[in-house]
Nanobody, 120 residues
Framework: QVQLVESGGGLVQPGGSLRLSCAAS????????MRWYRQAPGKQRELVAA????????NYADSVKGRFTISRDNAKNTAYLQMNSLKPEGTAVYYC?????????????WGQGTQVTVSS
């Protein structure tokens, strides 16, 4: 069994910061990549940021470039999303995704989501 557990969501004022965490646990050999997606009410889920764990490759949605930073701690199998200068349009459920090497092939996993609300 594999689990992705997210934490760090909450209510923040516009211009504020939050740090999300996503910890992968269970039986797997390695993590190929981890990503953060978000889904606002009535909208499709969108990719926010991605990081390749075997290297330093990162990728960001244009809407968050310069404000959000994705990082990882390979020893802890954990990815982080530092969100600064948050805007009200950043209100959404944020989901963690991981692509894991398990039992001889890659498998994709999702976390349960964590709510981020940006409001005054």
């Amino acid at each position: 069994q594999v689990q992705l557990v997210e934490s760090g969501g909450g209510l923040v004022q516009p211009g504020g910061s939050l740090r999300l965490s996503c910890a992968a646990s269970g039986s797997f050999s390695s993590i190929e990549s981890m990503r953060w997606y978000r889904q606002a009410p009535g909208k499709q889920r969108e990719l926010v940021a991605a990081i390749i764990t075997d290297g330093d490759g990162t990728n960001y949605a244009d809407s968050v470039k310069g404000r959000f930073t994705i990082s990882r701690d390979n020893a802890k199998n954990t990815a982080y999303l530092q969100m600064n200068s948050l805007k009200p349009e950043g209100t959404a459920v944020y989901y963690c995704y991981a692509r894991l090497w398990r039992s001889g092939y890659y498998t994709n996993y999702w976390g349960q989501g964590t709510q981020v609300t940006v409001s005054s």
